[in-house]
């Protein structure tokens, strides 16, 4: 997986490399960390991944699961004659107390909410203005 590959990190999961830049995060008083290049590819992983991470911290939040560190890496390829996407993977760690069950309902209802991969998914029409 390291096709146009992203990382995002927050609490326990946050990278630790000079290369990797900061933002302030509203679910997190350290901040997350960001790992990708700047091309279009990797902005369009970028957003699936940050959304994800700070979905997992607003549903656990609500479902009452304990996340001390989540690090999402998102990647894809994209078809070289037409330049479409062939789709984008993302894998999730998540440090948590909570049993694996429980991480394991906080993952699939993240992945069914989470609004930048269900925007991805119907697909959307961009314009010039």
């Keep these: 997986m390291d096709e146009f590959s992203v990382a995002v990190g927050a609490g326990s999961h946050r990278s630790g490399s000079p290369d990797a830049v900061r933002f302030p995060h509203r ?3 350290e901040g997350v960390t ?4 700047f091309t279009g590819a990797h902005l369009l992983h970028l957003a699936a991944a940050g959304c994800v991470l700070n979905d997992i911290y607003r549903e656990a939040a609500e479902l009452a699961i304990p996340v001390n560190g989540v690090r999402v890496r998102a990647a894809g390829g994209y078809d070289p004659q037409t330049w479409a996407s ?3 993977t993302y894998h999730v760690d998540v ?8 991480v394991a309902r ?3 209802r993240v ?3 989470a609004e930048i991969p269900r925007a991805i998914r119907a697909g959307a029409a961009v314009r010039r203005g």
């Design 111 to 113: 992945d069914e909410v």
């Design 95 to 102: 440090d948590s107390p909570a049993s694996a069950d429980d």
């Design 27 to 29: 679910w997190t008083a």
């Design 106 to 108: 906080l993952l699939t």
């Design 86 to 88: 062939t789709g984008i």
């Design 34 to 37: 960001v790992e990708a290049d």
